[in-house]
């Protein structure tokens, strides 16, 4: 199995800033890609920042510029640096990543997703 292990969220104001982190474990292979997606109340799930493993990254147009997203391999886990946090970049944070799930030598790929983690920026 995979589990996507979030931690980060939490209550910041106005031009603040958070580091939201994710860690890829359990019986894992390749991981193709990892990154970031939020979902506010009554809105649809949109991407904020992702991986791939091939080299490329991309990003919304919303947080470009702010947001930072940065990867450890060897720890499996990437990171969202957000800095200068708007209202309106309040949501719940969900992990999500194209990854192998193996059970002995056989591998699935399959699309992973954490349990989101509520960012609330507010005064």
């Known amino acids: 199995q995979v589990q996507l292990v979030e931690s980060g969220g939490g209550l910041v104001q106005p031009g603040g800033s958070l580091r939201l982190s994710c860690a890829a474990s359990?019986?894992?292979?390749?991981?193709?890609?990892m990154g970031w997606y939020r979902q506010a109340s009554g809105k649809q799930r949109e991407l904020v920042a992702r991986?791939?493993?091939?080299?490329?990254?991309e990003y919304a147009d919303s947080v470009k510029g702010r947001f930072t997203l940065s990867r450890d391999n060897a720890k499996n886990t990437v990171y969202l640096q957000m800095n200068s946090l708007k209202p309106e970049d309040t949501a719940v944070y969900y992990c999500?990543?194209?990854?192998?799930?193996?059970?002995?030598?056989?591998?699935?790929?399959?699309?992973?997703w954490g349990q989101g983690t509520l960012v609330t920026v507010s005064s």
């Open positions: 999500s990543s194209e990854i192998d799930s193996c059970s002995g030598y056989v591998c699935s790929r399959l699309d992973a």
């Open positions: 359990g019986s894992i292979g390749n991981i193709y890609a």
């Open positions: 991986f791939t493993w091939a080299g490329s990254t």
